[in-house]
């Protein structure tokens, strides 16, 4: 540890001591200015790139907002279509008011009406109005 300690500090000393040039002072430029400044052109270019990216960055912006609210509203869809299937098929397995009157009638496959199946068209009527 000592000779890498050693080692260490002669490398640091060294580069210490050694002496600092002065800074050089330029000589005045003999070009003109507008020869290297990008100028008017320059200007409008950065300025049209600016624009342009702040525009590209809005609309990008909408189109990701877009495309999250469609997925929400598919992910609400689906869980209403969920729900209403769900009670749906509590419904099916519900006794709806009047079904034990008609079980329990005479049996001659007329209803209360004197239709005959009638009780076929009270089903349909509860199918369609669960679908």
């Known amino acids: 540890m000592s000779a890498l300690t050693d080692s260490v500090l002669t490398v640091t000393t060294r580069l210490l001591a050694q002496p ?37 960055v809005v609309d990008m912006t909408r189109r990701v907002r877009r495309t999250r609210y469609r997925g929400e509203v598919r992910e609400r869809i689906q869980a209403e279509r969920d729900e209403a299937a769900l009670a749906a098929a509590a419904l099916d397995d519900e ?18 009406n004197g239709h005959p199946h009638d009780d076929d068209d009270a089903d349909r009527r509860r199918r369609d109005r669960d679908s």
Not at 37 to 55: K, N
Not at 95 to 112: N, S
């Open 20 to 56: 600092q040039t002065p800074d050089p002072t330029l000589p005045p430029s003999t070009i003109p200015d507008e020869a290297v400044t990008p100028g008017v052109w320059g200007f409008v270019a950065i300025a049209f790139v600016a624009i342009a990216t702040v525009l590209i």
């Open 95 to 112: 006794e709806l008011p009047g079904d034990a009157d008609r079980r329990a009638g005479d049996g001659d496959g007329y209803g209360d």
